[in-house]
């Protein structure tokens, strides 16, 4: 059974540091892998998606790799702000065909806080 | 709308009470899941529909979940007998094509509270 881990689970920095997120899973055979964002009451922002296939993906101030061999993927936050402070989530697609391969799998989060 | 809804956004509900919690999906959306999402957890799935075929119904804890889509489209996760452990945010999340890598866009949840 897929498990994700994600380190660590809460993490606070000043502002205008940068910062690295880390998830990791026991099961390389993925499909694909997700960061989320999710603000209190709020449901879920995807930030980013990486393809099995992928190394890494960008969008803006994000950066995310994938090393699936090792079973690990690291959020990298340039520059952060105030209004980054949200718990992130990074869940795994498993790569096999049928019931249970379209689910996501996800890691209890990150909870970042930015200090102004 | 633009993305998925749910509703109600927030129930309470007695020990014993019959519930049921809607998601609209993005207009389109093939593909449609159900997650519980328990305080200080991430989100565990519960299930799984195609259109209107329910193809993955692995993850509801018991036979007190029940979910439907009978038209392909909105979805109902209805909770018979609701107990304490029942209380959690359930998410619907909704994708276009079963067949791309794409992603699953989320709704903000239900916040189930069972007293």
Redesign the interface.
Known sequence: KQE?TQIPAALSVPEGENLVLNCSFTDSAI??L?W?RQDP??????LL?I?SSQREQTSGRLNASLDKSSGRSTLYIAASQPGDSATY?C?VRGAYSG??S????????TKLSVIP | GAG?S?SPRYKVAKRGQDVALRCDPISGHV?L?W?QQAL??????LT?FQNEAQ??K??LPSDRFFAERPEGSVSTLKIQRTQQEDSAVY?C?SRPD?GR?????????T?LTVL
Do not use: I, M
Request: charged letters at 15%; hydrophobic letters at 30%.
């Open positions: 994700v499909y694909n997700q989320f009451g709020k449901g879920l922002t995807s998606l393809q989530l869940a019931a249970g379209y689910q996501l799998t996800f890691g209890k989060g | 998925v749910q593909s899941f997650y200080g957890q991430g989100p565990e799935f799984y193809l993955d692995s993850g998410l999340a079963r890598p794409s992603e699953q866009f989320f709704g903000p949840g916040r």
